[in-house]
C-alpha cells in the first residue's frame, strides 16, 4: 500500500523567510504524481504545486517549488518569501496512475509578522 | 467557472438519522471524488465515479454509505443510521483526465457532527 508521511506536525516561519516543508512516501509504482495541497483554516483546499514523477526537472509556481528526490521518495515544498496569507495547513498527496489520492497528515504552517 | 461546490455547508444531526450531501462538480469535468476528512488529519479516499458508473469504493465505505451520480453530472453521497464517528468533514473533489495527467479540483466541503 502506498503511504505519504509528512514528519513536521507544525512549522513556523517569519515574512519574507524560506521555509521548507517535509514529505516522503512509500510506493512500488515507477509512474505517478505528486502534489502539495493547502487548506487554510475553514476554507477549501487549494492545489499549490505538481511534480510528474517522469519529470527530472522540479517544478515551479512563482514563490512555491519542490525538491524532488525519485530514488529517495521525498517531496519537500518550499516556500520563499513567505507572506502571511501562505499560513495554512499544507498536504502532500501522492497519485498513481490510477485514480485516488493518498495524502499525508499535514503540516500546519505558521507565518510570524 | 464556479468551481466545485456542496450543499450543505454545515449538518448537525442525531445519531440515527439519515443525511445526504450533494457535490456539483466543476462543468464537463468528468471524474468525481469523495474523501472524508476528520479533525488534524489528511484526507481519505471513500469512492470515486467516472461519468456515472462508480468505479472504486474504499473499504471505509461501509454498507450505511452510498453514493449516486446519476446522468454523471452532481453526486450525492448518503449516510444512513449515522454514527458519532461519521462526525466529520465530508469532500468533493473533481477533474477531468488526459491521459495520465489528471488534477483534482477540490469543494468547500460539508462538515458534519452527529451528536
Known amino acids: 500500500a502506498q503511504t505519504v508521511t509528512q514528519s513536521q506536525p507544525e512549522m513556523s516561519v517569519q515574512e519574507a523567510e524560506t521555509v521548507t516543508l517535509s514529505c516522503t512516501y512509500d510506493t512500488s509504482e515507477s509512474d505517478y504524481y505528486l502534489f502539495w495541497y493547502k487548506q487554510p483554516p475553514s476554507r477549501q483546499m487549494i492545489l499549490v504545486i505538481r511534480q510528474e514523477a517522469y519529470k527530472q526537472q522540479n517544478a515551479t509556481e512563482n514563490r512555491f517549488s519542490v525538491n524532488f528526490q525519485k530514488a529517495a521518495k521525498s517531496f519537500s515544498l518550499k516556500i520563499s518569501d513567505s507572506q502571511l496569507g501562505d499560513a495554512a495547513m499544507y498536504f502532500c498527496a501522492y497519485r498513481p496512475s490510477g485514480s485516488r489520492l493518498t495524502f499525508g497528515e499535514g503540516t500546519q504552517l505558521t507565518v510570524n509578522p | 467557472d464556479t468551481g466545485v461546490s456542496q450543499d450543505p455547508r454545515h449538518k448537525i444531526t442525531k445519531r440515527g438519522q439519515n443525511v445526504t450531501f450533494r457535490c456539483d462538480p466543476i462543468s464537463e469535468h468528468n471524474r468525481l471524488y469523495w474523501y472524508r476528512q476528520t479533525l488534524g488529519q489528511g484526507p481519505e479516499f471513500l469512492t470515486y465515479?467516472?461519468?456515472?458508473?462508480?468505479?472504486?469504493k474504499s473499504r471505509l465505505l461501509s454498507d450505511r454509505f452510498s453514493a449516486e451520480r446519476p446522468k454523471g453530472s452532481f453526486s450525492t453521497l448518503e449516510i444512513q443510521r449515522t454514527e458519532q464517528g461519521d462526525s466529520a468533514m465530508y469532500l468533493c473533489a473533481s477533474s477531468i483526465r488526459t491521459g495520465y495527467s489528471e488534477t483534482q479540483y477540490f469543494g468547500p466541503g460539508t462538515r458534519l457532527l452527529v451528536l
Open positions: 465515479f467516472q461519468n456515472e458508473a462508480q468505479l472504486e
